[in-house]
C-alpha cells in the first residue's frame, strides 16, 4: 500500500460497494463522534455508493493520537487523505462540527485540487461564516458533560460510566475548541448544490439559521427540516437517507 493509500486508510473507514462505485459519499461526524455513527449508512444508498465515514484522531482505533484542535488543521488533513479516493466523484454529509468541516473540506478541494463535489450535504449547523462562537471547551468537566446532555445523541449515554468518560472526555473537549472557535472569514461560496438539513426542535439552530448557507452555494440551495432535535438523524435516519438518495440519484 502506498504511503497516501495508508493515509486513507487511517483516516476512513469505507464500506465497500457490490460494484464499482459511481459515487462515494464521506461522512464528518459531530463534537465527540466517531466513524461508527454512521456504521448503519453502508449499503443504504444502492450497490454502487460507497459510504466512507471519517475517523477523527483521538478516539476508537486512533485512541492514542492526539487530538486536532483547529478546523484549519483538520479540514487540511481530511482534504489530503481525501486525494487516493478522487478517482471517483465525491459528495459530503457532514452533521453539526462536521458540516463546518465539510465545508472547508469543500474549499480545499476546489481551490488546491480542482475537484468539485457532487454535493455538500450540511445538517445542525450555522452557515460557515455566520457561526456564533462558543466557550464550552473552556468550562470544567461537569459543564462539558451538561452541554452534551442538552445536545442529546449517543454519546451522552458513554458519559455514564465514569470509565469511559475519562477515556471519551478529551476528545470531546478538544471537538468543542475546534467547533467553538472557529468561524469563516468570509462567505467563500462552493461551486456544487449545498442541502442543508436541520431537526425542528434543534435547541442550538434555526430553520433561519440554515437557510443562511444559501450565501455559499452558487451551485443551488435547498432546504430540509426533519421532526427531532440535534440528533434528529438518529431516530429519523429513515427519513433522512430517503432524502439523501433521492438527491444522490
Sequence with gaps: MTVAGS???????????????????????????????FHTWGGAFGDDVEVVATRYPG?????????????EELADAVSEALLPLLDTPL??????MG????????????????????????????APHRVTP????????AALVAEVRRLGGADAALLDDPDLRELVLPAIRSD????????????????????GYLGDDDPNVTVSDMALWSEVATGGFALRVIPGGHFYLVPEQAALIEDLAGRLG
Excluded at 91 to 96: K, M, P
Excluded at 179 to 192: E, H, I, L
Aim: aromatic share 8%; proline share 5%; net charge positive.
Design 59 to 71: 478516539r476508537q482505533d486512533r485512541i492514542a493520537e492526539p487530538c486536532v484542535d483547529t478546523m
Design 99 to 126: 458540516a463546518s468541516l465539510a465545508y472547508e473540506v469543500a474549499l480545499r478541494l476546489e481551490s488546491r485540487h480542482g475537484v468539485r463535489l457532487a454535493g455538500l450535504y450540511v445538517s445542525g449547523r450555522e
Design 7 to 37: 493515509t486513507a486508510a487511517r483516516w476512513f473507514r469505507r464500506h465497500a460497494t457490490a460494484v464499482e462505485p459511481r459515487l462515494r459519499l464521506v461522512c464528518l461526524p459531530h463534537a465527540g463522534g466517531a466513524a461508527t455513527f
Design 134 to 141: 462558543k466557550d464550552v471547551h473552556l468550562r470544567d468537566d
Design 91 to 96: 459528495a459530503l454529509f457532514g452533521h453539526s
Design 176 to 195: 468543542f475548541r475546534v467547533a467553538g472557535t472557529y468561524r469563516a472569514s468570509s462567505a467563500t461560496p462552493v461551486g456544487c448544490p449545498v442541502v
